[in-house]
């Protein structure tokens, strides 16, 4: 036998294992019914045996090294000890049939059972080596018996049809182990295959940015991904009512399934929270009916879109801007002219300053959609905003009025971020001059706060430009940063929308809160120094 028709060591699997356990107990059951055979009465006179004492002591040798085998082998570690076990288990039983007269006594059939077990857990020749130790046992047996009983030469042909069967049944079961060895093998591989592409699917499902539930017949989650979280400003949906996390998602759901052929409205699911267009589709498994939804953050699509409306309405802007600047000064001109008139009286004044104010305003929607569309791209800087802001409120101060005051105060001693300084200068002069105009429309002087600080969980400079006007009504703060949405009737609606423009640009962030001693506050979130380049 050449060593590299062993297995290797270490090669028996689990169910190998198990096997192995099965065919340990199927040899104590085999020894513990000779010795109960022989310990009773009827022995001697059922069984004409060829040698009693031998057949007695070799049961109980028998019953005795399956029990140390089982005890002491109940796992074992090489292929090698299975087969040095199948031979001494054909061995033990060829003196049994030895010593019970040969092939009437019906150990061949053991004999036969055992090699059929061995080669479902050997391989190959080494198998075929148990069936070839198991025939040879029997026919020389069989030939050492007919010299001392003459009867026992009718039993070669006998003791070959066994030997015979022993190779049968090694060829048969190692084929059908080979078949079964595939299959598993096979199998197991599909199942490693369905793992890994149920994983692929789970990872691919967390990182999608499109948010998917599932929900079950009581709108309960049964399945949120992270895109789904993040949209809907909640952690840990799965398990919970929807109504709990997201009524107005609970509401559109509700129309869509009143009337499915309707395009479901958008909706925010929180108050700063992104514009999020849902989907619905039937799931049917087995007798439940569940919902699977898809959320859709369609707020860059909507910015995208009035990006290229606001380009559109500029290159528009600066083609016929010369035909309407011109005919719109003249007609300022003379409204101006009409008014010194001394011969107009009151009424007519005020139409000729109405006549004059809007023409400014049509000049400043004009110069602010100009604006847009020649917009340079952002130069940033290293800005020390402590310092900064300091010099932009004492130049401020110097050419404001007396009925308006402009605090300042900085936590930290170094804040600093990278940000085109004329830009920067441009959006706080906006919101300054914004929070100036409500406040002093509430009350004699107008107050603006502003407030530099570093973020405690970003830690991020952050400067708050507050005043103690009447604030933004809540529903219409969802559109104050919308281009050409104003409150006022003689603004143009594009103020804010460009100051937040310009933080983008310089990956800064412009944002809405209401202040909690009453009026408005504009907090910008400024970028990391090393952020930018």
Known sequence: MNADTLPAPGALSAQGRRIFRLYSLYRLLIGLALVLLISSELDDRLLDLARPELFRNASWFYLILNTLIAALVPRPRSMVQVFSLAVVDVLLLSCLFFAAGGTPSGIANLIVVSVAISNILLRGRIGLLVAAVATISLIYLTFYLSLAHPKAASQFVQAGGFGALCFAAALFIQGLSRRLQLSETLAEQRAVDVANLEALNAQILERMRTGILVLDPRNQVLLANQGAQTLLGTEHLTG???????????????????????????????????????????????????????????????????QLKLAALGRLTAGIAHEIRNPLGAISHAAQLLQESEELDGPDRRLAQIIQDHSR??????????????????????????????????????????????????LGSTLQTRMDPHQLTQVLTNLVQNGLRYSAKRHSQGQVWLKLFRDSESDLPVLEVEDDGDGVPPEQVHNIFEPFFTTESKGTGLGLYISRELCESNQARLDYKPREQGGSCFRITFAHPRKLS
Not at 385 to 404: G, I, N, P, V
């Open 240 to 306: 919970r009512a929807l109504a709990d996390q997201c009524p107005t998602l609970l509401e559109s759901l509700a129309q869509w399934r009143a009337n499915p052929t309707m395009r479901p409205q958008s909706i925010r699911a929180f108050a700063d929270g992104p514009t999020l267009q849902p989907s619905f589709v039937h799931l049917q498994r087995a007798n439940q009916r569940n919902t699977l939804i898809f959320l859709e953050d369609i707020s860059q699509i909507a910015q995208q879109a009035q």
């Open 361 to 410: 305003r049509m000049n400043l929607v004009i110069e602010n959609v100009l604006q847009l569309s020649r917009r340079r791209q952002a130069e940033p800087q290293l800005l020390d905003l402590k310092y900064w802001l300091t010099r932009f409120a004492s130049e401020f101060r110097s050419s404001s009025s007396a009925d308006q005051t402009l605090h300042l105060s900085t």
